[in-house]
């Protein structure tokens, strides 16, 4: 059973281990409310998950902690049992889905776990994990569905009220449930008034479904990048505790989480990775009823891959039209790409690339495709460079 007295437990047990991670004001945020961000991508191992992890391993009994510990993961929670098992002297065997950033089996590794790599998301490195450990009789560290885990995430609520006095709301990422039924579990039993609002991707909304359904809703695949959340199915605990505990639960699309990637990178020096830049996507976003009030976003991990990082700062770019591309028809004859260029840069965007596409079929024989890759400042800004080359006579056929 979950208990707000077994939270507590969990925050003094953890303060000798875990970061008591930092909160920060989100300054010039234009959303209208009072924003802070909690920095557990700062955590140790880069991610809340080890506080859940921890306590979890801490509480085994000495018989149960010789047999090892076996784990599933994405990454976060791998790590988490990893250096938990290090610290303790305990064997562990961690299965990592083949789509997790190599980064995170590799961090995985250098904590010394025996790393297996199973073929498809996590419910499938699950499904292995749970064979082996009826072969083996090891102990499994369930990541989210566990009530010592669940207490070992709650204590970053506490931390919360703690950190932001009269805080209103809270925004924390979901995936399998734990760490927001963690944080609304001791939120609401400390301060019911406080409101906890979870945000999943779009392509992975288990608990999205399952909360308006009011029942547990298995996905048939999911598909984002935000390999930490990527789960088919919510936990039957976490599943409860977000009935129970959680206000409302939102999704935020693939784009709309690598725009917060690129904001939280640029505006507050923060890496996170797509899990953990889902919170704060629903706020630039306006995903939730969140004006005038005090509200604290999760940055729950800040493990992405750099390979992975580079695209998604493409796509931010592009999503916020700062990165902009468009495609003109017309004459194929000498001055004319000197010309394009010269309204562009009047208009004040940075021409980056140039394509000349020869005519097809169902243009003029003396004609031809420009396509323009241009740096803007925004969509408002890329729409005035479109309309200064229409009036200038060039066709804009995308874009």
């Known amino acids: 059973m979950l208990t707000l007295d077994r939270v507590y437990q969990a925050a003094h047990l953890l303060k000798s281990c875990v970061r008591k991670t930092d909160v920060i004001p989100y300054a010039n945020l234009q959303s209208g409310c009072e924003l802070y961000l909690k920095a557990e991508n700062l955590q140790l191992t880069g991610s809340f998950k080890v506080r859940g992890a921890y306590f979890k391993i801490a509480n085994l009994s000495e018989e149960d902690q010789a047999k090892g510990v076996i784990a599933c993961s994405a990454g976060n929670h791998a790590q988490g049992v990893a250096l938990a098992a290090q610290r303790m002297g305990i064997s562990a065997t961690i299965f990592i889905p083949s789509i997790a950033p190599l980064s995170k089996v590799e961090a995985t590794k250098s904590y010394g776990a025996d790393v297996r790599l199973v073929d498809g998301v996590y419910d499938d490195a699950f499904g292995a994990a749970t064979a082996y450990q009826k072969e083996t009789g090891g102990i499994l560290i369930h990541p989210f569905d566990d009530p010592d885990v669940i207490a070992g995430q709650g204590t970053i609520g506490l931390e919360l009220l703690d950190q932001i006095p009269n805080l209103d709301a809270i925004v924390a990422p979901v995936g399998g449930g734990g760490l927001i039924s963690g944080i609304a579990f001791a939120v609401k039993k400390l301060n019911p008034a406080c409101?906890?609002?979870?945000?999943?991707?779009?392509?992975?909304?288990?608990?999205?479904?399952?909360?308006?359904?009011?029942?547990?809703?298995?996905?048939?695949?999911?598909?984002?990048?935000?390999?930490?959340?990527?789960?088919?199915?919510?936990?039957?605990?976490?599943?409860?505790?977000?009935?129970?505990?959680?206000?409302?639960?939102?999704?935020?699309?693939?784009?709309?989480v690598a725009t917060a990637i690129l904001t939280l990178m640029e505006q507050q020096k923060l890496v996170a990775e797509g899990a953990g830049a889902v919170a704060v996507a629903s706020v630039l976003f306006d995903k939730l009823p969140l004006e005038g009030k005090k509200v604290c976003a999760i940055v729950s991990g800040g493990n992405i891959d750099v390979n992975i990082l580079s695209r998604v700062i493409r796509r931010g770019l592009l999503t916020t039209g700062r990165l902009s591309e468009l495609t003109l028809e017309m004459l194929d004859k000498p001055g004319q790409l000197r010309e394009v260029s010269t309204i562009i840069a009047d208009a004040g965007a940075n021409v980056t690339k140039v394509l000349h596409d020869p005519s097809g079929e169902n243009t003029d024989i003396t004609g031809c495709y420009l396509h323009i890759s241009m740096e803007t400042k925004n969509k408002d800004h890329f729409a005035e460079v479109k309309r200064v080359l229409e009036v200038a006579g060039y066709r804009v056929i995308s874009g």
């Not at 029942?215 to 129970?244: H, M, N, W, Y």
Request: proline share 2%; hydrophobic share 30%.
């Open 195 to 256: 409101k906890v609002y979870g945000v999943q991707a779009a392509g992975a909304g288990s608990m999205y479904y399952s909360h308006q359904k009011k029942e547990r809703t298995c996905l048939e695949k999911v598909s984002t990048f935000a390999d930490g959340i990527a789960v088919k199915v919510p936990g039957c605990t976490t599943f409860e505790l977000c009935e129970q505990y959680v206000d409302k639960i939102v999704t935020v699309t693939d784009d709309e």
